[in-house]
Each structure stands twice: as structure tokens, then as C-alpha cells.
């Protein structure tokens, strides 16, 4: 476990944390007016280069800097820089509050005004794969989307595709597209092409032989060995990517563990050995299924840019064309 303190006085300014991989949505802005909810569970810290980024109630010993409360009608955006001091020896802006509408709310230390400070307790240990498979819970691929100043459910909410979907295939399609070297791909029918096939037909060339990739991981059966790419699981604790039993040669692509499990285990995502607390299918079924949204779905622009640009594959020229002609493709809605 981890407790970060202030680097002039030393004092605590976080509860205890025990790290977990930076989810996909960490930098996303959904929609214009759309409030969302707080970035990291509770309890937990994860990094990204050099910064922190924790639950706002995980601080301690904090207080607000006036004169940096940048924002729009609706709450903070970190745009003046660091707006957390200190309590203590209030020196050194230590953290950003980040609390805007549609934006996740978070609280991101500075790293040059905070230190580590290990606690005995080593923290929980990852979960092995089939462990966490039987335990996770998928994420539902839309949902309401309420928008800040609405006093209750009705007119201020909307059934919309997931943000955390919209995240997650943001990364993928960097991923798949620095893979494909602008080949075809053809990923597999249903909510998998939904999500991703229009996506790659508008960007790919259709020349040469088509790329195929497959969903793999954890109780689905081993890939085709001739599949050029996987959509797998990334663990939530680790980060790292879920790989098949003696490797494999085909390229690797990460999903948040939750919009992998509803494409690999359609509602109800039972897998082989469900675990005891899933409720019986019967159950499950007396929910009425929940409102498609009315638009097709578009992939985050924001989180496809920053995860591309971090590729070794963005140098190349026609991903460098792809990225120049992003806010078009925005405008026409595939983003």
C-alpha cells in the first residue's frame, strides 16, 4: 500500500492506495454538459508517465487554491494547473480537482510536489485470470447519460452508448489499425462489428489480403492458429494483457475487462463456470432490455488520438493522414 504526502512537509495527503492500470477513459471528454462520474474506485492510485491520479475522496490534508478555479458553469478543469494545496505547510500546489461537466471526476497529484510513501501492508494480490473473469461484471454497452442541472430523471437523461465503450474501442482501433499496416480487417459479426467494422472499412485501404481478427481470452476456446489479431482482456490490477496458454503470434489487442466480457459473453455473460452469486438466467431475464441508443456508435475520438500518437507505428505516413483527417471524420460522425 501506498500514502502520498506533501514533498516540502511531508504530511499525508492521501489514504492508504494500492495500484491498479489507468483505465482507458482516464483522459476523456464525453458529450457538452454530461455529468459523469468519478474516475477511480475507491482505494486505488494509477499512474500515467509520471502522474497520479486518485478518487477525490481518497485526499487528505487538501485545500482548494482559489484563484485557480478554472472551469466551465459546472465545476473544475485543471486548465490554471495544480488549484490543491497542502493543508499543512500550504507551499506547494500539490494536486489537480478535476469535477467539470463531462469530465471524470478525479483528483491527479502533481508529481513534482508529492513522494511515495510505502506502508507495510504490501496491498491485494491480482487475481489470477479465471479468478477475475468469474468475479467481473460486464459493462453494458449503453446506458442513461444525465446532464448536470437536472433536478431528476426525465428530461435530463438519455440512453446513449457507454463512454467507457466508446473509451475502449477508442484504444482498440489505435491498436488494430497500427496492426493492420492499412490492410483490411474484418472483425467478428454481431456487437464486435457494430463497435468496430464501419470504423475500419472508412479508414482502411481495401486492397491486399484481409487481417481477421478474433475475441480471445479467458473460457473461450483457443483461436484459429491463421487469426493475425486478438481482441483480449486487460487485467484492471496489472494492466497487462490477457495472452494465450504457449504465446501466440498474433497481435494483441487490450479491452477494459468489462466491454470484453459483454462482447465475449453476450447478455447474459455466463462463462463456463459461473460463479455462485450470478443470478440464475431466469431472473436476469425479467429485466426488459435496455433502450437502444439512436445513432450508430462512434468511436472516442480523443482516446483513438492520444493511445495513436503513443504507438511506434503513428510515424507512418498514412496513420499520420488518418490523424489529419481526424476532425473530419468527426464531423461525419464515425467519431
Known amino acids: 500500500m501506498i500514502v502520498f504526502v506533501c514533498a516540502g512537509c511531508g504530511a499525508e495527503l492521501t489514504a492508504p492506495l494500492s495500484q491498479v492500470a489507468l483505465p482507458a477513459h482516464a483522459h476523456q471528454k464525453y458529450g457538452n454538459g454530461v455529468q459523469l462520474p468519478v474516475l477511480m474506485e475507491p482505494g486505488t492510485f494509477a499512474v500515467e508517465s509520471e502522474s497520479f491520479v486518485i478518487a477525490p475522496r481518497d485526499t487528505r490534508g487538501t485545500v482548494l487554491i482559489p484563484e485557480k478555479s478554472s472551469g466551465y ?15 499543512v505547510c500550504g507551499l506547494l500546489p500539490v494536486a489537480s480537482r478535476i469535477d467539470d461537466c463531462s469530465l471524470w471526476q478525479a483528483v491527479w497529484l502533481a508529481p513534482n510536489a508529492v513522494r511515495r510513501h510505502a506502508l507495510g501492508d504490501a496491498g491485494p494480490v491480482p487475481l489470477p485470470w479465471a479468478d477475475l473473469t468469474a468475479a467481473a461484471v460486464g459493462t453494458p454497452p449503453y446506458e442513461p447519460i444525465a446532464s448536470w442541472g437536472g433536478r431528476q430523471l426525465g428530461l435530463y437523461h438519455w440512453w446513449s452508448w457507454s463512454p467507457r465503450w466508446e473509451a475502449g474501442a477508442g484504444r482498440a482501433l489505435a491498436h488494430l489499425l497500427a496492426a493492420s499496416g492499412g490492410r483490411p480487417v474484418s472483425v467478428p459479426h454481431g456487437l464486435t462489428a457494430e463497435v468496430f ?22 473460457y473461450l476456446p483457443a483461436p484459429d492458429t491463421d487469426t493475425d489479431l486478438l481482441l ?22 487490450p479491452l477494459p475487462l468489462g466491454v470484453w466480457l459483454w462482447l465475449a459473453f453476450p447478455e447474459p455473460h455466463l462463462p463456463a463456470d459461473p460463479p455462485p452469486q450470478v443470478l440464475p438466467v431466469e431472473l436476469l431475464r425479467d429485466d426488459p432490455p435496455a433502450p437502444r441508443p439512436g445513432h450508430l456508435f462512434r468511436i472516442d475520438a480523443g482516446v483513438f488520438r492520444h493511445t495513436l500518437l503513443r504507438l511506434p507505428a503513428a510515424c507512418d505516413p498514412w496513420l499520420r493522414e488518418v490523424l489529419e483527417h481526424l476532425p473530419t471524420y468527426v464531423r461525419t460522425g464515425l467519431f
Open 73 to 87: 458553469c459546472c465545476g473544475l478543469d485543471g486548465g490554471d494547473g495544480p488549484n490543491m494545496a497542502c493543508e
Open 232 to 253: 483480449v482482456p486487460e487485467h484492471p490490477q496489472t494492466g497487462e494483457t490477457w495472452t494465450p496458454a504457449g504465446g501466440t503470434s498474433a497481435y494483441l489487442v
Open 197 to 218: 467494422q464501419r470504423a475500419l472499412d472508412a479508414l482502411l485501404s481495401a486492397d491486399g489480403p484481409t487481417l481477421h481478427a478474433a475475441l480471445a481470452g479467458p
